[in-house]
């Protein structure tokens, strides 16, 4: 085994060693992309290690698993503690954690009714789009591939298949030089990042595009929104037209992954003074607050491991 995995991993009710946590070749979600999951951070707080929004993130993995008629044979407080179980076992404080459930081994049709498999992986991980880009932001680029029209594949279920779709717009963009790629929906609108939601702001306002825009309905979206209002800053949920992102004071992307990440640049055009402005600084330092003490968490988001 890679001396850089994880030592254990949570796979159908029991910590086993990284290596046996394996799935047959015949699998249907390895075919079909039949897999809900989540992705989730923990972090150090002075409390010790948290899982942040973990009921959140587990509320909305079974809610992917309801639209596409997967029953999770566990429940949310099984899960729940396996997240924390991973992360113990491991020895880490700072990680992503990823559960999965999947259709697995029993039937090759469509519509089979196989067992869903369900696993928990844990591992460290720093900033999700490269060193330092907290700081001083990625330069995007508006993808050339639209998501997903709203009667083909739901956005707001997060499944496996759709990733497909962030694969090509990532995938892109890296080939083409850029840090990130930004999808238009197939309105023609702005709709989100491969794998990250979407700020703008003017004149001291957020701007985020809604759930219409075959965007997922982020976590970090959400505490971003409910920080920003808590602090007196107004944000719109909006459609936005592409050529906004040339005209905005500020944007930024964010993530359980991407965290909030500054964007400096979009299709070769500085975004502002091409840095990070202050109301991304701002609300960048009202979140990395929530673990270090700064920001007092009123809303339970924090889950100790
Ligand atoms: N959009 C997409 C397509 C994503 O994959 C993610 C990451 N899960 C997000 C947005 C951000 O969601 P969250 O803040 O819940 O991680």
């Known amino acids: ?21 394996t799935v047959h070749v015949m699998a249907h979600a390895l075919h079909y992309g039949s897999s809900v999951f989540e992705g989730i951070r ?14 959140d993130h587990l509320k909305r993995l079974y809610m992917s698993a309801k639209i596409y008629d997967m029953e999770i044979p566990y429940t949310q407080d099984v899960l729940a503690e396996a997240c924390r179980e991973v992360i113990r076992r491991n020895g880490l404080t700072k990680a992503y954690l ?10 090759f049709g469509l519509s089979a009714e196989t067992p869903i498999d369900v696993a928990v992986a844990t591992w460290e991980m720093g900033p999700y789009l490269g060193p330092g880009v907290l700081e001083q ?7 050339s591939w639209q998501r997903f029209a709203p009667n083909t594949i739901p956005a707001g279920a997060k499944a496996g298949g759709n990733y497909l779709s962030g694969q090509l717009i990532a995938r892109e963009a890296r080939r083409l030089g850029f840090g990130e790629g930004i999808a238009l929906a197939s309105t023609g609108l702005l709709s989100e990042g491969a794998g990250e939601n979407l700020f703008l702001a003017f004149d001291g306002a957020l701007h985020t595009t809604p759930a219409s825009a ?28 592409r050529e906004y992102l040339y005209l905005a004071d500020e944007i930024f992307m964010c993530g359980t992954a991407a965290e909030v990440t500054p964007i400096r640049s979009v299709d070769g055009k ?23 003490g700064r920001t007092k968490d009123e809303w339970g988001w924090l889950d100790p491991v």
């Not at 990823?98 to 039937?107: H, M, S």
């Not at 932001?137 to 993808?143: E, M, R």
């Not at 075959?214 to 107004?234: Q, V």
């Not at 500085?270 to 270090?292: E, H, I, K, N, S």
């Open 137 to 143: 932001g990625i330069d995007a680029c508006v993808s």
């Open 270 to 292: 500085p975004v502002g003074g091409g840095v990070a402005g202050p109301l991304t600084r701002r609300l960048q330092g009202l979140f990395f607050g929530l673990f270090d």
């Open 214 to 241: 075959a965007i997922l309905n982020g976590i970090t979206r959400h505490t971003l929104i409910t920080l920003a209002r808590a602090n007196g800053i107004e944000v719109i949920e909006r459609d936005l037209p």
């Open 42 to 55: 923990s972090y150090e707080t002075p409390n010790g290690p948290a899982i942040f929004r973990l009921g």
């Open 98 to 107: 990823r559960p999965v459930a999947y259709r697995g081994l029993g039937g």
């Open 1 to 21: 085994m890679a001396a850089n995995y994880p030592e254990y991993i949570w796979q159908n009710g029991a910590i086993k060693p990284w290596a046996e946590a």
